[in-house]
């Protein structure tokens, strides 16, 4: 995961994450200090706005589709990579399903535990399967 759009995922996710965790906006935190060392900054920003614009769907779907677990005691990193990814997947459009989905999966792996990336590639694949049929 080393190119400039996974960098730019994994930023996005710093903010979703720290935002959830202190109860406060993650557009707020990125354009208090942006990402601006990174090329693909306008990105990092766009996935923001886009889980922000987005969350009250993308909320619904991880509670629909995230069996035996309810938000409040979803890890929140995992509740993080669930809500980017799903923004990608249905609202990203420039960026393969499996692409994100795998992007997702790894992201799991390295910031939270190997049940964790096996659990969002399930939630993620269970998502897919009904994507075209949604109201979005």
């Not at 406060?24 to 990105?43: H, K, M, P």
């Not at 990579?81 to 795998?102: M, N, Q, T, Y």
């Not at 992007?103 to 993620?124: C, F, P, Q, R």
Request: negative net charge; hydrophobic residues 45%; charged residues 30%.
């Amino acid at each position: 995961m080393s190119s400039a759009r996974s960098k730019a995922r994994k930023r996005a996710l710093d903010f979703l994450y720290e935002a959830d965790i202190k109860n406060v906006s993650a557009r707020e935190l990125f354009t208090l200090r942006g990402a601006s060392e990174l090329s693909q900054e306008e990105y990092v920003g766009d996935l923001i706005a886009g889980v922000a614009e987005h969350i009250e769907k993308i909320d619904e779907l991880i509670i629909t589709y995230a069996q035996g677990w309810d938000m409040d005691r979803m890890p929140p990193i995992d509740r993080n990579i669930l809500r980017l990814s799903l923004f990608e997947i249905l609202w990203g459009g420039a960026i393969p399903v499996e692409v994100c989905i795998d992007e997702a999966v790894e992201l799991a792996k390295s910031l939270s535990t190997d049940d964790s990336s096996a659990y969002i590639n399930g939630v993620l694949g269970r998502v897919v399967k009904i994507k075209d049929s949604l109201a979005i």
